[in-house]
Nanobody, 125 residues
Framework: QVQLVESGGGLVQAGGSLRLSCAAS????????MGWFRQAPGKEREFVAA????????YYADSVKGRFTISRDNAKNTVYLQMNILKPEDTAVYYC??????????????????WGQGTQVTVSA
């Protein structure tokens, strides 16, 4: 079973960039599709981005499309979320998640069964 640890969060001004990393333990990382979700105070957890286990497909929420990029490095057991042109509304705790799910609904948190502890991203105006 894979365990996930996020890093890279912090405080940044609007318009700035951050890169989040999610390091996975275990030897089966390449078999997992990976997702990034976020949760702001008082709001439900929402989908941000996902990458299929094969790496050949990526998915994004409309709110981040064109600004965020998800990628993976299977040799390092790591998935990344490059976040550019950050906005105050991007402020949230960001979680990475893993799933063996092979369907197309990678934007649903219900298909993920492994979650990291989260990393705080704060964007100041």
């Amino acid at each position: 079973q894979v365990q996930l640890v996020e890093s890279g969060g912090g405080l940044v001004q609007a318009g700035g960039s951050l890169r989040l990393s999610c390091a996975a333990s275990g030897r089966t990382f390449s078999s997992y599709s990976m997702g990034w979700f976020r949760q702001a105070p008082g709001k439900e957890r929402e989908f941000v981005a996902a990458i299929r286990w094969s790496g050949d497909s990526t998915y994004y929420a409309d709110s981040v499309k064109g600004r965020f990029t998800i990628s993976r490095d299977n040799a390092k057991n790591t998935v990344y979320l490059q976040m550019n042109i950050l906005k105050p509304e991007d402020t949230a705790v960001y979680y990475c998640a893993a799933t063996y799910y092979r369907g197309t609904s990678l934007n649903s948190p219900r298909v993920y069964d492994r979650w990291g502890q989260g990393t705080q991203v704060t964007v100041s105006a």
